[in-house]
């Protein structure tokens, strides 16, 4: 995909502090923590949102889950706890349209969200 930022990212064009990489999945820091650990996890081929998830490229998402707890052993917050955000679309807020999951911890979180 051109000129998609995450794709830039997974390409290597763009830096990232890799956190977790494998075949189907990169984890980076957010450059914009809003918690001690900050880390996204994005499919390495670009699917937009949570909309444009198909049997083809399910499996770029099943591995997020299945290395989750992987990443969040690196970044120290496996067994205290953490928080994974996936936001699609316009209401959600979501500003990077290359799906992407926020893990979130390293803190006491607040209250669930909205
Ligand atoms: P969204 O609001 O789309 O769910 O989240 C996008 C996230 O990407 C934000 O938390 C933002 O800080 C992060 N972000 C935006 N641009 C960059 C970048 O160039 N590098 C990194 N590492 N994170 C970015
Ligand atoms: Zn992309």
Redesign the pocket.
């Known amino acids: 995909m051109q000129d998609c930022?995450f794709c830039h990212?997974v390409d290597g064009d763009?830096p990232?502090?890799k956190v977790f990489e494998n075949e189907y999945v990169l984890a980076?820091?957010?450059?914009?923590?809003?918690a001690p650990v900050?880390v996204?996890l994005i499919p390495k081929i670009h699917i937009q949102d949570t909309n444009h998830i198909t049997d083809e490229n399910v499996r770029y998402i099943t591995e997020i889950y299945r290395v989750v707890d992987q990443v969040a052993e690196i970044c120290g917050i496996k067994e205290e706890g953490y928080r994974i955000?996936?936001?699609c679309g316009e209401d959600?807020?979501?500003?990077?349209?290359h799906l992407?999951f926020?893990l979130i911890g390293g803190a006491k979180l607040g209250e669930k969200i909205i």
């Not at 980076?28 to 809003?34: E, N, S």
Request: hydrophobic share 45%.
């Open positions: 930022l990212i763009i990232s502090t980076f820091k957010d450059i914009h923590p809003v900050h996204l955000i996936c936001n959600a807020g979501q500003m990077v349209p992407h926020h």
